[in-house]
């Protein structure tokens, strides 16, 4: 029996406590909390040979910095790479393997395709627009948060990259609505906090922020 992730896409497990695990891993690193880490691993542990969640935690130990676990998470992957069934997976596979070996303009290449390819893929959308921040290159970071929200408009992490994006590209008000609009759908979610603050910062009103 094939399962679906929450946005609907195919994943190579037919186990419910891994897919759970993974989901949960996701939803913690996106909203800057604790335990993504351990999600993973329990996801994993569950079923040894989900590709998927092995290519998350080597994305999410490389943004720790932590090269040892990313390392190691990318190998594992890698081995993993027949047991991932459908593109999108094979295509995380091979993103983690040229991080692995020092290409990250390939990488990203390939990251920037799945986004396109399946805009509600978040773990993919979050690694692209961290990168388009590195890079200073706001108009894409708009792009990139607008197509994910044209396929899932009530997903807060996309409204909260658009706003974020907006408000360093100058458009203040409207990067502070959309993000306080995010905050409204998640209150809990720190990513968006920041994004809030940093739009009230910007503004010269550091009691808000």
Request: charged fraction near 25%; proline fraction near 2%.
């Amino acid at each position: 029996m094939g399962l679906t992730d929450l946005a609907g896409l195919a994943v190579s497990t037919t186990s419910f406590d891994a897919l759970a695990a993974y989901e949960r891993g996701v939803d913690l690193f996106l909203r800057w909390r604790s335990g993504s880490m351990e999600a993973l691993e329990a996801a994993e542990t569950a079923d040894a040979r989900f590709a998927l969640a092995a290519c998350t935690r080597a994305y999410i130990a490389w943004r720790m910095g932590r090269v040892d676990l990313a390392s190691a998470a990318a190998e594992h992957a890698v081995a993993l790479a027949d047991a991932a069934h459908h593109e999108r997976e094979r295509l995380h596979v091979q993103a983690v393997d040229a991080m692995q070996s020092g290409d990250s303009p390939r990488a990203y290449q390939i990251l920037e395709r799945i986004s396109a390819e399946h805009p509600t893929d978040r773990i993919a959308v979050r690694i692209v627009g961290l990168n388009c921040i590195t890079q200073g290159d706001y108009r894409r970071g708009i792009d990139i948060a607008r197509r994910s929200l044209a396929a899932s408009p009530d997903e807060p992490q996309y409204l909260t990259m658009l706003g974020f994006f907006l408000e360093q590209s100058g458009y203040n008000d409207e990067g502070l609505e959309t993000s306080r609009s995010s905050l409204a759908k998640d209150p809990t979610n720190l990513y968006t906090y920041h994004a809030v603050g940093h739009a009230y910062q910007a503004r010269g009103d550091y009691r808000n922020a």
